[in-house]
């Protein structure tokens, strides 16, 4: 089959289209991306090499764009990634994330509707569902939790997948959604919490954690993930939703003491910043359907998984060196106060 992942540069699609190129070998993964700041082409330079592979320069909000490739490339199968996702951002620009998540959606389900597809997937996220009580570790998100989100960004990944059921309602296109805690591990964006907390500890850098550093994320390494997203494509239901989790809650203070130890840091790095607004406390997955209806869980224990990321970005500085621009060192400093993320 010819299956398409839209944002396959970015941080979660990349590691899906190597998943597919090891695991789907018979089938051609073609990687549509427009290639902004957090979409590297040289995340996918091992991919490259694979004949069944194929890279192609594009905006999912470009109707026309979008057109010629469902054209030429005749897919079977959209897997979309495309997204604007940092919560930071959306609140500086919210107008950026509208235009990607919620029209570039509605552009990808026409081109489908027009040209025929046999599933639409759409990879979405827990931060739709807001946020829990860190008072209550017994509350968590399942498929028929109440959207009910707090960023500009969640707001507009829960418009995208509105949107998505309605066209399977109202059009009878063939579409799932999968709502998946936060990922970490290999070409995690630098700006994200793990990451950035490497690097900068790496290079005895402060690590800036917002407010008091207890608000609590399920982490899952992003190979399950991965997983998960391919089961779903396999065995998943037409019009269901899967939330994608693994009862990983770690608050965001251990996550980044982890980090320190595994590096053999102090914790003197660690510097409480301003929080941001309208932040979470707690996101927490119930994956109970995936798991009885599909028979996904979770193999890489957050211990394993970090680990893992930790050596992995001390083997690939040259992929992060190249990322952190002045742009983006212009960014940080607006976000978090300081100079620079490293010398």
């Known amino acids: 089959m010819n299956i398409v992942v839209t944002g396959g540069a970015g941080f979660i699609g990349a590691n899906f289209v190597y998943y597919m190129l090891e695991n789907r070998p018979e089938d051609r993964i073609i990687c549509y991306d427009k290639l902004t700041y957090a979409g590297n082409l040289a995340t996918l330079e091992e991919a490259q090499k694979n004949k069944q592979f194929k890279f192609i320069k594009g905006d999912i909000a470009d109707r026309e764009a979008v057109y010629k490739m469902f054209e030429e490339e005749k897919p079977d199968i959209i897997v979309n990634f495309a997204a604007e996702s940092h919560v930071d951002r959306s609140i500086e620009n919210p107008e950026v994330f509208l235009q990607t998540n919620v029209i570039g959606t509605s552009v990808l389900m026409d081109a489908c509707r027009k040209y025929g597809i046999k599933r639409y997937h759409q990879v979405s996220t827990d931060e739709v569902y807001g946020d829990l009580p860190l008072d209550r570790p017994d509350l968590f998100f399942t498929e028929e939790t109440p959207l009910h989100t707090s960023s500009p960004y969640s707001a507009s990944k829960a418009?995208?997948?509105?949107?998505?059921?309605?066209?399977?309602?109202?059009?009878?296109?063939?579409v799932t959604i999968s709502r998946c805690s936060n990922n970490y591990g290999p070409f995690h964006f630098p700006e994200k919490l793990i990451p950035l907390m490497i690097i900068n500890a790496m290079h005895d850098k402060k690590l800036p954690v917002y407010g008091d550093g207890l608000n609590v994320r399920d982490w899952l390494f992003v190979k399950d993930h991965c997983a998960a997203i391919e089961i779903i494509l396999r065995k998943g239901k037409v019009g269901e939703v899967?939330?994608?989790?693994?009862?990983n809650e770690r608050q965001n203070i251990q996550v980044v003491k982890a980090i320190l130890k595994e590096l053999g840091k102090g914790e003197e790095?660690?510097?409480h910043v301003t929080d941001r607004k309208g932040h979470d406390r707690r996101y927490a997955i119930d994956p109970t359907k995936i798991r009885e209806e599909l028979g996904w869980e979770p193999t890489t224990s957050p211990e394993v998984g970090i680990k893992a990321t930790v050596e992995w970005y001390k083997e690939h500085e040259d992929w992060w060196q190249n990322i952190i621009s002045g742009d983006y060192q212009k960014y940080y400093a607006e976000m978090?106060?300081?100079k620079e993320i490293i010398d």
């Open 336 to 338: 978090y106060g300081k």
């Open 269 to 271: 790095l660690i510097e």
């Open 242 to 247: 899967y939330n994608i989790g693994g009862h």
């Open 159 to 174: 418009s995208a997948d509105l949107l998505v059921m309605a066209y399977h309602r109202t059009f009878g296109l063939p």
